[in-house]
């Protein structure tokens, strides 16, 4: 029988990360799903194999440590039974104090995962509708298709907002000239294949990424603490690659990105970036020193053969498990190919670099959650139609696939005729449902952050940052457990 014609209890639109954790997590509660994915049938721009959960980076998953709102995220998940951080725990590479993936072993272990589940059956075809089926999970992502996306606005009569994340650029190991540069991950803080961050309460172990500094400027001493950063974390595996630049080298670089060709957006379309993600040129029109405090500060990092710190570097990081080719960490582009190759070839150390992957821009269609979605991530206009993922308002892998995890959970509760049990506002995992529902102005997506989590008590008293952020994550796992264990 093939996977239109199977009997199911629940349809999922979308093999991404969101539509992938749904539809095993159902599966897993019992229930029979039929996943719909469009591969190989047709691709999106961002889509290079018929795999599902491709990633676009290498670095997709963020931060590793709990005093991140991220890194305490993944801990939700892998303690709930996620599929998506089992396979990324799995695939993973070296990457300082994140959590990076072999992209291609990802995508085939969460692959496998689904395809050999028996209660999912995948049914390859394009959806240019809703399906008329009921219940339905829509998580297409954020290059929702046109047909599908004005067949959801019509339904629900809300307007659908578009703005563009951009991709950074990848070149091949080789390439790179290694006598121009260094590897080091700031402060000496590489990782371990397999290696978690401490459990707060706990000393800190190899590997745990450092919070991050403010500075002066970029030739600026370093940070107060900055010894003890290096002190409590033995130098690792390096992950990255620095590539130096003096004061006059950085402005000239400065120049080209903002003098540089874009790609022109459709006259019909107005480009809306998402802060987090901004293209380089973006942040380098926004003032001289913008990058040397963002993606190019050289804080932690010394130049061996100066003993210096630099004015400004451009980091590289592996791509795949091999360190076969590298991405310029946090230089997303709209730069038209040609100008790419003119202006990243003159970064120190990539003037003769082979690029294998372009930088290049994508959609990212979402609708207003807060205004549209009932409690259990459905639409309040569509009885039985629920919307997880990117398509709702999160942003970024980790939370598009604790999207898909909470909408199965809540929806398999619905279905068992169970009174709805989200997990709890204390938690990461109940922060994607708080962004969700929480009204602004003007809804736009969000990654994780500890605004999104339930304050801690006034009682405990006034803590500084980083106490503050590893005593939220201590209750937010006391809560979550307890939350699990009910469940």
Known sequence: MSGAESPCDVVVVGGGLAGCEASYQLAQRGLRVRLVEMKPHRRTPAQTSDRMAELVCSNSLR??????????????????????????????????GALAVDRERFAEAMTRAIEAHPRI????????????????????????????AASLAAAVGAE???????????????????????????????????????EPGRAAEPGRAAEPER??????????????RRDDAEAG?????????????YKAFVRALVESEKVEARDFEEVRYFEGCLP?????????????????????????????????VLQLRPEDEAATAYNLVGFQTR??????????????????????????VHRNTFVDAPALLGPAMDLRALPGVHLAGQIAGVEGYVESAAAGFVCAILLAQRLRNEPLRPPPPTTALGGILTHLGRKQPSYQPSNITWAHIAPLDPSQGKLRKRARYEAMAERALRDLDAWWAAG
């Open 63 to 96: 931060g590793a440590a709990l005093s991140n709102a991220v890194g305490l995220l993944k801990e939700e998940l892998r303690r709930v039974g996620s599929l998506a951080l089992r396979c990324a725990d799995e695939t993973a590479v070296p990457a300082g």
């Open 215 to 228: 500075v002066a400027g970029p030739a600026s001493a370093a940070p107060e603490g900055a010894a003890e």
């Open 121 to 148: 059956a995948v049914d390859r075809r394009e959806v240019t509708e809703i399906p008329a089926e009921r219940p339905v999970i829509l998580a297409t992502g954020p290059l929702t298709s046109d047909a599908l």
């Open 280 to 312: 380089c040129e973006v942040m380098a029109a926004r003032g001289e020193q913008t990058l040397a405090f963002g993606p190019m500060k050289p804080v932690g990092l010394t130049d061996p053969r100066t003993g210096r710190r630099p004015y400004a």
């Open 335 to 360: 730069m038209k190919y040609a100008e790419q190759l003119r202006v990243f070839r003159m970064v120190p150390g990539l003037e003769e670099a082979e690029f294998l992957r372009m930088g290049s």
């Open 237 to 249: 595996d390096e992950a990255y690659v620095n590539c130096p630049f003096d004061e006059a080298q």
């Open 160 to 198: 659908h907002l578009a703005y563009y994340d951009a991709i950074a650029p990848i070149v091949s190991a080789e390439s790179i000239d290694w006598s121009r540069v260094w590897k080091q991950s700031r402060y000496g803080k590489g990782t371990v294949r397999g290696e978690r961050s401490a």
